[in-house]
């Protein structure tokens, strides 16, 4: 039995805080646009801007989040398949969904575990675009759960994976630092 002061009871309580919070029109409409954003259309858009215009280096950066992301896609599908863990808004009372999901299951938070990989690795080749990437970022993950997509624990998890894939494909790549 949960009790007030356990993690799925907080987790959940922190989830229904948000959603009733997106519940706004303004606010639906706002996460909604950053979400959509993070379904890929910014990083697709990031990646051929750096091969466009960022000579030999963006080529690389971009052939990287690329291979990144590809990673990143058959990890949060496996770790979807094997968990199963229905989203909050079928199985948490007072959840709403604000937008449509992508797919069935709520572990872990694919658009945030892209986010945060990708902005790692883009962060690395060009550290003056934290100022856009990591608020971004920030937004695509609250959006998760403020759109009734994700419970808290979802996209912490997913940021935590996020980071371990993305540091991972920094340390395999020569000579490309890991951001400070």
Known sequence: MATSLSLPGFDRRLCVAANRWGARRAVAAFFGAISRLGDGAFWYALMLVFAA?????????ALHMLATG???LA?????KRWTRRPRPFRACDGVVA?????DEFSFPSGHTLHAVSFSLVALAYFPALAVLLLPFTALIAASRVVLGLHYPSDVLAAAGIGVALGSLSLWIVPGVALPA
């Open 98 to 102: 604000h937008a449509p999901p992508l």
């Open 75 to 79: 990890l949060y599908r496996g770790l």
């Open 53 to 61: 215009l960022g000579g030999g280096r963006g080529v690389q950066a």
């Open 70 to 72: 590809t990673v990143a």
